[in-house]
């Protein structure tokens, strides 16, 4: 059996943990310390300022606004009718 590398190993190894899943796979999860990244970090002097909240779902510093998705809302008309199907009384 030939093993597969998803990922590059960029650290030191801490720790790893084999699982075996119901489909006879076997798998290595490995956990890995890397070293900070700060010269990869850019320095800015931008702030971003975010306000969500239930009417708008984010207003940013600017004013731009993005609506609220209102997903819940969809859902449950979603749900409704078929929670009245399967009602057992």
């Known amino acids: 059996m030939e093993a597969k590398i998803h990922r590059e190993?960029?650290?030191k190894a801490k720790?790893?943990?084999v699982k075996k899943y119901p489909?006879?796979?076997w798998y290595a999860i490995l956990q890995v310390e890397k070293e900070k990244e700060k010269d990869k970090?850019?320095?800015t002097d931008r702030v971003v300022s975010?306000?969500?909240g239930i009417e708008k779902f984010v207003v940013d510093h600017r004013g731009t606004a993005?609506?609220?998705p209102k997903h819940l809302d969809k859902?449950?008309?979603r749900i409704k009718p078929l929670q009245r199907k399967n009602k057992t009384v």
């Open 23 to 25: 489909s006879s796979k």
């Open 41 to 43: 970090l850019l320095p």
């Open 15 to 17: 720790g790893v943990w």
């Open 75 to 77: 859902t449950i008309e």
């Open 66 to 68: 993005i609506e609220n």
């Open 9 to 11: 190993i960029n650290g």
């Open 50 to 52: 975010l306000d969500m």
